[in-house]
């Protein structure tokens, strides 16, 4: 049930996290100036690629259970920054932030579960020996 648990956690986090990226990826693609909030300091542009790519890419690769932990990582600094600085003063704002940080540490120390890329990956190479 451990493993089902975490593939429910993995494909509920990463397809509603999945939207954000796609919201965002599309503010990329309208073209025209980028107006992101820049909260540690690398530019709007540069803070708008990283929350893609963690939003984007980090949860795609997590709801198919690939690399978990180290997808998890970027999401984990994404939702730090959001809720420690972004929303740092807005508690009703942070609330969601903070589940979504909390569901990512989890995921990070659990890593995906059996039914997972990672745990079909680790059942082939556990045969191989």
Request: glycine share 8%; proline share 3%; aromatic share 12%.
């Amino acid at each position: 049930m451990n493993s089902f648990a975490l593939l429910l956690v993995r494909i509920v986090a990463g397809v509603f996290m999945l939207t954000h990226g796609i919201m965002k990826f599309n503010m990329l693609l309208k073209g025209g100036p980028i107006e992101f909030a820049d909260p540690i300091g690398v530019g709007p542009s540069a803070s708008l690629l990283l929350a893609i790519f963690a939003e984007l890419l980090c949860s795609a690769f997590l709801i198919i259970g690939l690399a978990t932990r180290l997808v998890a990582l970027p999401l984990i600094i994404n939702f730090f920054v959001v809720v420690f600085v972004v929303h740092a003063n807005d508690f009703e704002k942070q609330e969601m932030g903070a589940l979504y940080l909390l569901i990512y540490v989890l995921l990070f120390i659990t890593g995906s579960g059996k039914y997972s890329v990672d745990g079909l990956i680790a059942r082939r190479n556990k045969r191989r020996y």
